[in-house]
């Protein structure tokens, strides 16, 4: 035959078609293998299904299959390994990665490989993920097969930036109705009743036979498959006409009529010009970015942030990450935070601080509304479990049967230090003066009273009084602190240079007393002594010092409304008029100034 125009580029003959359907090319690239029929095309050779078997690469790692492709054809040059629409599946240990229809480039120049997902038809169906348990709303793979690690991108130029991932246990009320349209039965409903009833538990079969099943025509079943494929319930290979139920179905069908439990995980992606994710293939971990939040237990308002949006996900959805979480009223910060789906709970090894919300107690006694703010102190330097919800309850549909749900435990002793959100500024130095709490557990995190608010343990102050043990509760300043009176016989402080009786008050006004302070001969009352580590100050409303020979000669002094303070490693005490003078000497003589 005789064509004008040709060239090698577009020569179209000669033409050959292989009969066998199971030629294999060990090696077509550097670890890459052909397996299938083909056809030569003028200078191109077209990897091809014949019979009915695909066509199919495999790309290798340590020479074992990794990433096999299945396609009716492809185009292998020395440009360019593609197709339009191939199915691929990556092996995962014992687990996969699964897709119905990419479009597939290898470039052999680069040694790179990229799959594409269509947001449209079957290509819009997420990558079925039985490692992770995740559909993954990937729009765009690459990978240097070379090299231990796959990107998760979106396409250059994208305007959203926007990857998801969602849990193969996801309930969503909304997307179940959606599902339903206007239709008079719910077709995930139509199809678990095909799959238990006329197809014996079955989970594969061809969309022609539930054609009769649904009432309806061979393309209108065709449409609906390919709607419940891109939202994760089944698996549809539209060419071979194959559909398999996953598990997802059931699971909705259950979750509707809380038959069975449930999880609200979705992570979502936002970033662009870097992957959205990443993952490592000799251990199989996606390190995740772009995320702000994650839900862990929308029912126990459960979830965290993780630092810079980024955090590791593991096998069966367990997850590893630094930053904030947050349940109910309580807040964690550190590194080093391990969330394990099966035990629905969150081991924190590294917390930094810990932060809660309380009722108001100034605006509860004002008679006014009640209002949760953040308490004005932190626990710091602390490590525990958070438990989020009894493990079979991860919906949170039983939450009336487990009340005590989320709770956390301590493994070791925190501590609450007053240098920071405190009225005296800095003076308290957090390695002299700390209460250190005791191992404790709190429960009910979404629905503590304050009277609830309580941790036992060790107030230290730097010397001045002696180490006591003491519960911390809510203050009025919404901090926490305590009010503690004194043993009958008083306590010695600074060192037993001086004494003091009654009310003891630690809070973020600092370390307040309200009694008698005593020193050498002197006794000064007041209701609001300011201990410090180097000193005591306050406003006294009486100070007396009693008259003294030996070893020291002092006259009686006797003050009134009067300023005080004492200077432990000085030892002295100073006493200084306010308004009226201070009177010595049997009243005698007055002071219009001070003494020491």
């Known amino acids: 035959k005789l064509l004008a125009n040709v060239n090698e580029k577009n020569a179209s003959f000669p033409r050959f078609i292989s009969y066998t359907k199971s030629m294999k090319i060990v090696n077509i690239e550097d670890s890459i293998d052909y397996e299938g029929g083909f056809m030569i095309k003028?200078?191109?050779?077209?990897?091809?299904?014949?019979?009915?078997?695909?066509?199919?690469?495999?790309?290798?790692?340590?020479?074992?299959?990794?990433?096999?492709?299945?396609?009716?054809?492809?185009?292998?040059?020395?440009?360019?390994?593609?197709?339009?629409?191939?199915?691929i599946t990556m092996v995962l240990d014992t687990d996969s990665i699964y897709h119905p229809a990419l479009q597939m480039k290898f470039n052999p120049s680069k040694r790179e490989l990229t799959l594409y997902r269509e947001g449209k038809g079957i290509g819009a169906s997420p990558y079925s993920n039985t490692f992770?348990?995740?559909?993954?709303?990937?729009?765009?793979?690459?990978?240097?097969?070379?090299?231990?690690?796959?990107?998760?991108?979106?396409?250059?130029?994208?305007?959203?930036?926007?990857?998801?991932?969602?849990?193969?246990?996801?309930?969503?009320?909304?997307?179940?109705?959606?599902?339903?349209?206007?239709?008079?039965?719910?077709?995930?409903?139509?199809?678990?009743?095909?799959?238990?009833?006329?197809?014996?538990?079955?989970?594969?079969?061809?969309?022609?036979?539930?054609?009769?099943?649904?009432?309806?025509?061979?393309?209108?079943?065709?449409?609906?498959?390919?709607?419940?494929?891109?939202?994760g319930f089944i698996i549809y290979n539209i060419e071979e006409g194959?559909?398999?139920?996953?598990?997802?179905?059931?699971?909705?069908?259950?979750?509707?009529?809380?038959?069975?439990?449930?999880?609200?995980?979705?992570?979502?992606?936002?970033?662009?010009?870097?992957?959205?994710?990443?993952?490592?293939?000799?251990?199989?971990?996606?390190?995740?970015?772009?995320?702000?939040?994650?839900?862990?237990?929308?029912?126990?308002?459960?979830?965290?942030?993780?630092?810079?949006?980024?955090?590791?996900?593991?096998?069966?959805?367990?997850?590893?990450?630094?930053?904030?979480?947050?349940?109910?009223?309580?807040?964690?910060?550190?590194?080093?935070?391990?969330?394990?789906?099966?035990?629905?709970?969150?081991?924190?090894?590294?917390?930094?601080?810990?932060?809660?919300?309380?009722?108001?107690?100034a605006g509860e006694k004002k008679g006014k509304k009640v209002q949760y703010k953040m308490v004005r102190s932190t626990i710091e330097d602390l490590s525990g479990a958070l438990e989020i919800d009894w493990p079979h309850n991860k919906s949170g549909i039983l939450s009336d049967s487990f009340p005590d749900f989320p709770k956390f435990h301590s493994t070791k002793k925190s501590y609450v230090k007053y240098n920071k959100r405190n009225k005296r500024g800095k003076v308290y130095d957090p390695n002299k003066f700390y209460f250190q709490l005791d191992t404790f557990?709190?429960?009910?995190?979404?629905?503590?009273?304050?009277?609830?608010?309580?941790?036992?343990?060790?107030?230290?102050?730097?010397?001045?009084?002696?180490?006591?043990?003491?519960?911390?509760?809510?203050?009025?300043?919404?901090?926490?602190?305590?009010?503690?009176?004194?043993?009958?016989?008083?306590?010695?402080?600074?060192?037993?240079?001086?004494?003091f009786d009654n009310d003891i008050i630690l809070s973020n006004e600092g370390l307040m007393g309200d009694g008698e302070f005593h020193y050498i001969t002197s006794t000064s009352k007041s209701k609001a002594f300011v201990f410090y580590i180097d000193s005591m100050k306050a406003p006294a409303y009486e100070s007396e010092i009693r008259p003294q020979i030996s070893p020291v000669e002092y006259c009686d002094v006797q003050g009134e409304k009067v300023k005080i303070a004492y200077y432990p490693t000085a030892d002295y005490l100073k006493m200084n008029k306010v308004k009226n003078p201070i009177?010595?000497?049997?009243?005698?003589?007055?002071?219009?100034?001070?003494?020491?």
């Not at 695909?54 to 040059?77: C, G, H, M």
């Open 42 to 87: 003028g200078n191109k050779f077209i990897g091809k299904s014949i019979g009915g078997s695909p066509a199919k690469v495999t790309f290798k790692r340590r020479d074992k299959p990794f990433l096999i492709a299945k396609s009716r054809s492809f185009t292998i040059n020395k440009e360019r390994i593609a197709t339009k629409y191939a199915s």
């Open 242 to 361: 194959l559909i398999t139920v996953k598990d997802r179905l059931f699971d909705y069908m259950n979750a509707k009529s809380q038959k069975g439990d449930y999880d609200n995980i979705e992570v979502v992606s936002i970033l662009k010009g870097k992957p959205n994710a990443t993952m490592d293939l000799i251990n199989f971990e996606i390190t995740v970015r772009g995320v702000r939040g994650v839900a862990l237990s929308r029912a126990r308002k459960t979830g965290f942030m993780p630092a810079n949006g980024v955090f590791k996900l593991h096998r069966n959805r367990d997850m590893s990450f630094g930053g904030i979480i947050r349940s109910g009223r309580y807040e964690f910060h550190g590194q080093k935070f391990k969330f394990s789906y099966d035990n629905f709970d969150v081991k924190l090894n590294e917390v930094d601080s810990v932060r809660l919300q309380a009722a108001y107690l």
């Open 441 to 499: 557990t709190v429960d009910s995190m979404m629905s503590f009273s304050v009277k609830g608010i309580s941790f036992p343990g060790t107030f230290t102050s730097g010397g001045i009084f002696p180490d006591f043990q003491e519960k911390l509760i809510l203050m009025d300043d919404h901090s926490l602190g305590f009010r503690k009176t004194a043993p009958t016989e008083g306590y010695q402080i600074y060192g037993g240079k001086a004494k």
């Open 132 to 231: 992770h348990q995740m559909d993954m709303f990937v729009e765009w793979l690459k990978w240097d097969i070379d090299k231990d690690h796959i990107d998760f991108l979106t396409i250059p130029g994208s305007s959203s930036g926007k990857m998801s991932l969602e849990s193969g246990s996801y309930y969503s009320e909304k997307r179940f109705m959606n599902l339903q349209g206007l239709g008079d039965t719910h077709p995930l409903y139509l199809l678990k009743k095909f799959v238990m009833k006329k197809n014996n538990g079955d989970r594969n079969f061809a969309d022609f036979e539930i054609a009769g099943h649904f009432k309806k025509d061979i393309e209108s079943v065709k449409r609906l498959m390919v709607n419940l494929a891109s939202q």
């Open 583 to 596: 009177a010595m000497y049997s009243k005698g003589a007055r002071l219009d100034g001070g003494l020491r």
